[in-house]
């Protein structure tokens, strides 16, 4: 296992992954019909949303069980057509960090877990360079629980029907730390359309918890001159969370 000097190197020097070029964003289209969805995609037909309220209230009363079951059997937008796998989210259930970032990717469409392709190993990294691992104490998910076709970025009408979910899942994480991983978490948490770059080095609210934003790890794959940012970001995201304990009252 790399020494934590080793992994501190790699964030802030060489990359020991390249991200392929992404693909140019497709133009809007409607959702193909099942026939057309990819090979080895998990065909769903589209059933109306029904009423938007009880869907709010039947969602915020899942526990960790029905919520994954639940987000399996999600049909609030066109994604469903052409997942192979939802991907809810992975970690602890009662970790102190949650980690949001964007949609998942082919290789998590395919796994059904969030951040397992090369940005998943370079956040791994990030993680274990802070003494934490996705196992323990932390909690990763998304703001799309299902993949973009062309890894595009998500549509505000689909980042609103996962929405739910999303708050659902920090309902009952019940972090003590947010740390948005790119700007479609960022904009979606903080309802903003402001920069990164803006948005970091400062502690924002979620809902009465502290939240910090930082950079993609997807992102930093494109963009090496950057990780050293995100280091300190998640730096800043340790003090900040060493901060919120000092400041809460005893229990009981």
């Known amino acids: 296992m790399a020494s934590r000097d080793e992994i501190l190197r790699e964030l802030r020097l060489a990359p020991q992954w390249r991200l392929r070029a992404r693909p140019a964003d497709p133009a809007p289209e409607a959702p193909p019909p099942p026939a057309e969805a990819p090979a080895g995609a998990r065909v769903v037909p589209l059933r109306p949303a029904g009423d938007a309220a009880q869907r709010l209230a039947r969602i915020a009363s ?3 069980p029905e919520l994954a079951a639940d987000v399996e059997a999600c049909t609030a937008c066109g994604l469903c ?4 796998r939802a991907v809810p989210g992975v970690g602890d259930p009662r970790a102190r960090w949650l980690f949001v970032g964007e949609a998942p990717g082919a290789e998590e469409d395919a796994r059904g877990e969030p951040f397992v392709g090369q940005a998943g190993r370079l956040l791994d990294n990030m993680l274990a360079a802070l003494g934490l691992s996705r196992r323990e104490g932390v909690y990763i998910a998304n703001v799309l629980k299902c993949r973009p076709p062309g890894n595009r970025a998500p549509e505000p009408a ?3 029907a996962c929405r ?3 708050e659902r899942q920090v309902a009952l994480v019940q972090p003590a730390l947010i740390v948005a991983l790119g700007k479609s978490a960022a904009t979606l948490l903080l309802g903003s359309e402001a920069t990164i770059a803006s948005l ?7 809902r009465g918890i502290p939240l910090v934003v930082t950079y993609h790890p997807a992102y930093l794959l494109r963009n090496l001159t950057d990780k050293a940012k995100a280091w300190e970001d998640l730096l800043f995201a340790r003090r900040t969370l060493v901060q ?3 400041d809460a009252p ?3």
């Open 200 to 206: 970091r080095g400062r502690v924002h609210r979620y």
């Open 250 to 252: 005893p229990a009981g």
């Open 62 to 64: 899942l526990d960790w």
């Open 158 to 160: 689909e980042a609103e």
């Open 244 to 246: 919120a304990q000092r």
């Open 81 to 84: 057509r052409t997942r192979k």
């Open 164 to 166: 739910p979910y999303l």
